[in-house]
């Protein structure tokens, strides 16, 4: 039985996770759940807020992600909102968008909440958006190539061991395991 | 003095607001404030937890707006984010997006709250996207036109009589001086 729980919305989010932290010998069970999100720039504030509410609910340890893209040339954008404006226009819509400056990272937090301790760790990774899709896989991954590399995240063998998910929580397990 | 505030960080809104309400014998005072949003897809359920958390704040009777242009092609982009949207890519982007269907709505949601009563008044104006920005205006207003207009927002002299702002608040105004 798990004694750690990821919450989510995203199967896919949870399913990386899952690989990730089984590497690091922490087992993690998946509560799929909606959560309730406060529109803000700080990654940090809505995934605090959401962890608790995740809490509220759950009555067990977890953990609970926030990520995005933030591109440079667009201020930022989609950030915070990286969801829902991938649902809204797509990787079709952020390549529409861009002219010759295209650099880009992507950032993950992940937030622990048991109900005392709340801890965050954050994971960034550097890269550019490529010049069209490339590969299968879900959100921006087909359109985002690491620096340092020549093939979008979709097409990337690796992608678990040097993604910002993989930074956020490989610092999350050094803490977890000696805490 | 006012028995009625309007709580907004955007003060092209409340002045709009003022002078709509104005219209009707309503003297509107302005409480310049950030409040906390959710995120969410329903301008409703965003609505009603800010208006209660604006009174949390302030303890008088008020109302707040919820907005935002929903484009048809975009499916509803950038809708519930719009504040955000036109703060990263703005007008540019927006216009950048779009092909030939260029159909869009602004939609206004006026909540009004004392801390007991809580009710919500919409206000919808379809129209198109220009192709270019015209007219020197906050916002959207560059690039939506009106449905039998040729003018776009910023253009037209008589916004206050035709928006979908005005449309919330008349609602608004017609419940508030019979309740």
Redesign the interface.
């Given at each position: 039985m798990s004694d750690l729980f990821f919450v989510s919305s995203n199967p896919h989010k949870y399913d990386e996770a899952k690989k990730i932290l089984h590497g690091f010998d922490i087992k993690l069970g998946f509560s799929k759940s909606e959560l309730?999100?406060?529109?803000?720039?700080s990654l940090h504030e809505?995934a605090r807020k959401k962890a608790q509410h995740a809490f509220s609910k759950l009555k067990k340890p977890l953990i609970i992600e926030d990520d995005g893209l933030f591109i440079d040339e667009?201020?930022?954008?989609?950030?915070p909102?990286s969801s829902?404006?991938f649902?809204?226009?797509g990787n079709k819509?952020i390549l529409?968008?861009l002219t010759n400056h295209r650099r880009a990272k992507f950032i993950s937090i992940i937030t622990f909440f048991d109900g005392e301790t709340l801890e965050s760790f954050d994971g960034r990774l550097l890269g550019s958006i490529s010049k069209s899709p490339v590969g299968e896989g879900w959100g921006f991954d087909p359109i985002f190539i690491p620096n340092n590399s020549d093939k979008t995240f979709a097409e990337a063998r690796d992608k678990n061991k040097l993604s910002h998910r993989y930074k956020s929580l490989k610092k999350f397990a050094n803490w977890y395991l000696h805490k």
């Open positions: 309730e999100e406060i529109q803000s720039n809505i667009l201020d930022g954008f989609p950030g909102y829902y404006v649902k809204t226009i819509g529409n968008l």
